[in-house]
């Protein structure tokens, strides 16, 4: 059974970094063919992709972030981050990790979400 934990601050001041780690067991996140994606839900909104690692280490994020997400990984670790730099309010959502077949979904597994909002 494969499982996903997101993990991170739930409160971040606007220009600050947003960090936030999914934790994955059951299935590494090297195993092919999977793509370990971000997805949020901004509140009274619908559920937005923002980006992805594959399992080969190939990442893709949504263009209207104008270039300030990346997603990393830690294989030993079987983990991987998103960064979000210079956040505003307008970041403020539910973020999900989830596990897709394809680089869009669908998604096979999701973390529970965690609540970030933005705010000084």
């Known amino acids: 059974q494969v499982q996903l934990q997101e993990s991170g601050p739930g409160l971040v001041k606007p220009s600050q970094t947003l960090s936030l780690t999914c934790t994955v067991s059951?299935?590494?996140?090297?195993?092919?063919?999977?793509?370990w994606t971000w997805i949020r839900q901004p509140p009274g909104k619908g559920l937005e992709w923002i980006g992805y690692?594959?399992?080969?280490?190939?990442?893709d994020y949504d263009p209207a972030l104008n270039g300030r997400l990346s997603i990393s990984r830690d294989t030993s670790k079987n983990q991987f981050t998103l960064h979000l730099n210079s956040v505003t309010p307008e970041d403020t959502a539910v973020y999900y990790c989830?596990?897709?077949?394809?680089?869009?979904?669908?998604?096979?597994?999701w973390g529970q979400g965690t609540q970030v909002t933005v705010s000084s």
């Open positions: 989830a596990r897709g077949v394809a680089g869009r979904g669908p998604y096979e597994y």
């Open positions: 059951g299935r590494s996140i090297t195993t092919n063919y999977y793509y």
């Open positions: 690692i594959s399992y080969s280490g190939n990442t």
